[in-house]
């Protein structure tokens, strides 16, 4: 089993839409949560960090589930511009940076 | 504002040969990383360096090896390249708060194809 997992999508919806995306992780002992942005052909940036409170940036939503082990990521009023590969990375105890395969998302006008 | 400079950024070699590709950052993170992206695969962890001296296997080190010089440069080594190794390869580097690492920084990616 891959220690993070995203559906790879492709998500299309229409601008103005909400999405969210899920990410499970299978390391119990992880510390830290992030989402990172990648455009096609660019490095990955981050975006959010997430919170065991959960947290709002603007647009994006980001919320976490330590019991079930999910990560959440919910984009309201989306954007042409929010078209991009949206990745879910864990930091586990051992202090690396695990990515998941990321959630490839379109957003049409 | 460098941050985390990958040098080449592209390379096309043949089957069998060797090269190193060279990362730097100049943030004073301890915390280093090399990661290959294929298409459908996501970033995959090929080594990581939690501090200077240190290194240790990600989920894909086989074919690769690398040297954490010093703080500052982390570099990844294909010994005998293979054309399964055809892909980009990432570098980054965070800063640690405790045992916990924050945000990664990237380096633009070295597309590295093997013919």
């Known amino acids: 089993r891959k220690e993070v997992e995203q559906d790879p999508g492709p998500f299309n919806v229409p601008e103005g839409a909400t999405v969210a995306f899920n990410c499970t992780y299978s390391n119990s002992a992880s510390q830290s949560f992030f989402w990172y942005r990648q455009d096609c052909r660019k490095e990955p940036k981050l975006l959010m960090s997430v919170y065991s409170s959960g947290n709002e940036d603007g647009r994006f939503t980001a919320q976490l589930n330590r019991a079930s082990q999910y990560i959440s990521l919910l984009i309201r009023d989306s954007k042409l511009s929010d078209s991009a590969t949206y990745l879910c990375v864990v930091n586990s105890r051992a202090q690396k940076l695990v990515f998941g395969q990321g959630t490839r998302l379109t957003i049409n006008p | 504002n460098a941050g985390v400079t990958q040098t080449p950024k592209f390379q096309v070699l043949k089957t069998g040969q060797s090269m190193t590709l060279q990362c730097a950052q100049d943030?004073?993170?301890?915390?280093m990383y090399w990661y290959r992206q294929d298409p459908g695969m996501g970033l995959r962890l090929i080594y990581y360096?939690?501090?200077?001296?240190?290194?240790d296997k990600g989920e894909v080190p086989n074919g690769y090896n690398v040297s954490r010089l010093n703080k500052r440069e982390f570099s990844l080594r294909l010994e005998s390249a293979a054309p399964s190794q055809t892909s980009v390869y990432f570098c980054a580097s965070s800063p640690r708060t405790g045992t916990m690492n924050t945000e990664a920084f990237f380096g633009q990616g070295t597309r590295l194809t093997v013919v």
């Open positions: 360096s939690a501090s200077e001296g240190t290194t």
């Open positions: 943030m004073n993170h301890n915390s």
